[in-house]
């Protein structure tokens, strides 16, 4: 079973190294945002894996933290800002 | 038993990933990129964590897990609802 | 057979990280640097965790996924975008061209010289003899510490001083912060879909903050670890276009701030009065004063990034507007209302009242 875990852990990995290659070449911003929306998620499932491949139960609470923090990055990226007030 | 479909569930996970991934490759839009790869994620990850939740014995990791990809699955699809909206007025814009 | 998995999976993740740092800071667009740069802190969370250090990876998982990216992303947003070669080109002095080039020589040899040095310590490192004193002292006095996690009791019992030292530095840094001006406007109110992820977010990021505030004493997390996930509560609120936020507002925050390296000075005098080293906790009540210290210390450090976040000094909220009957409470000043002062807080309150779209009267 662990080298179960730890293959799936190799192929999330890399599916999160394809990612970057979308990040590095992709035209437009929003292109890169979204490949970093892929890179948390790869990375949540990463550390998931690692977690139960370890027994360590921190890395959970590690993927929990990026899981609910994952929308604030691309809010930030899109959110308009208002126009300072002129008093 | 439950090993063996708990085995299934995470490589179907990770199959799922890299299905997201390669779309995100090689899709030539940004909005089919946007689409395959939010359902690829959440999909990858919710079976990842399913195996994962039957392989282990304590409630609260379950519990942990069920949180995770709820957590997951709600922040991709409102990412990926700001990005196309952005998007597009990007397109509009210009 | 698992090793050689993981080995592949280390190399991997050095290989991601050193190319996206390297395109990071190659890049002329401040936006693709941002973007690359918060997808580097994400990867260096699960390089943390491989490298055995799931506190820091905690802390890189809460500042550098969320919160510095989104206060990267505001900076760069805040101006028209411009390529950075494009603005250096403008900005260098013409009639000197070789002072530049000068410069970034000398740049370039000195980071050449520390990259050399660090690498040298490391292999030098790695072919002495592997030093256990530190860890066995660590854990031969953990019972003593209070708490049983080893870097919670090395980082609030045994090395105090230096966490103390480092509040003060980020109190510090609000100073700096508040010195900028008046914080940026903001944003616009958001669409149905981020409000609706914001009102269910916001609840379970306080509650995790709680949790890893609780959870720092036998298990990695603390205080730095649950005032950013607490940041981050506020953060959300915040790009969802609130205005209210969380953050405490006039004295109550200036109590906050102050109240993080406080508590700890207050706790260490009075240790030193009753007899004991300064901050040498009495091992019966260590866990107490470190749960004591530590809460006040969340609250500052939470107040301190989402400062930061801001980016200045936050305005007041002067007018208070209550649904439906639209009166108006005195500003910050004090001043007695006259009748004729009163209809006319209520008028301007009526006009600030129509103004808030519908999406944020809270009734």
Known sequence: ?87 | MIDVLSGLLVLAGVGFYLAGSIGLLRLPDLYSRLHALTKADNLGLGLLTAGLALHSQELLTVLKLLLIWLAVLSASAASAHLIARYARRQETKS | MSATNLLVLDGLLVISLVGLAWAALAGSDARRSVILFMAFGLVLAAAWVRLLAPDVALAEAAIGSGLAGALLLAAVQEQPRQPLAARTASNSNPNKPGLSVALQLAVSVLCAALAGTLAWALAHAFNSAPQNALPRAVSSNLEASGVSNPVTAVLLNFRAYDTLLELAVLLTAVLGIFALGPARPGYQAAGPVFDGLARWLVPVLILTAGYLLWVGAHAPGGAFQAGATLAAASVVLRLAGRHQIGLPQGRALRIVMAGGVGTFVLIGLGLLVTGRPFLGYPPAWAGGLILMIESAATLAIAATLVLAFLGGQPRPLAVRVTCGNTSATPGPTGKPASPEGMRGAELRAAEVCNRIPETQKRC
């Not at chain 1, 998931?48 to 930030?76: C, E, F, R, T």
């Open chain 1, 1 to 87: 079973m662990s080298e179960l875990l730890s293959v799936s852990a190799l192929g999330v990995i890399f599916s999160l190294s394809l990612g970057l290659l979308r990040i590095l070449r992709g035209p437009g911003a929003a292109d890169r945002m979204l490949a970093t929306q892929l890179i948390g998620t790869a990375g949540v499932g990463a550390l998931l894996l690692l977690s139960l491949l370890s027994g360590q139960q921190a890395l959970m609470d590690v993927a929990l933290v990026l899981a609910l923090l994952a929308a604030v990055a691309a809010a930030a990226f899109t959110g308009r800002q208002r126009r300072a007030r002129s008093d």
